[in-house]
């Protein structure tokens, strides 16, 4: 079953993608590497008995990674324009 603590995944998966970023895992793959991450979670971590369930976990855990991730990155990024 899914609890609250569950959702601490998603800064451990958003660390293991800047840590996979400094190995040199190009920008245009570190969404994927989120997604399956998150994927991971969710199906052996999380639902290890239910795949539908690990699979829509997984999948709401590397998404809201990715978009953490790239949010965060796109506020503290300074502003060309001004």
């Known amino acids: 079953m899914f ?5 601490a995944l998603i800064p451990l998966i958003i660390g293991l993608v800047q ?4 190995l040199g895992l190009k920008k245009k793959y570190l969404p994927l590497a989120s997604l399956v ?3 991971a979670g969710g199906l ?4 290890p ?4 369930g690990g699979i829509i976990v997984g999948l709401m855990l590397g ?3 990715s ?8 506020t503290l990024e300074k ?3 001004c």
């Open 3 to 7: 609890q609250v603590y569950d959702v």
């Open 19 to 22: 840590l996979l970023k400094t």
């Open 37 to 39: 991450l998150g994927l």
């Open 44 to 47: 052996f971590l999380v639902y």
């Open 49 to 52: 008995d239910d795949i539908k």
């Open 63 to 65: 998404l809201s990674a």
């Open 67 to 74: 978009g953490l991730y790239s949010s965060t990155k796109n």
């Open 79 to 81: 502003d060309e324009d």
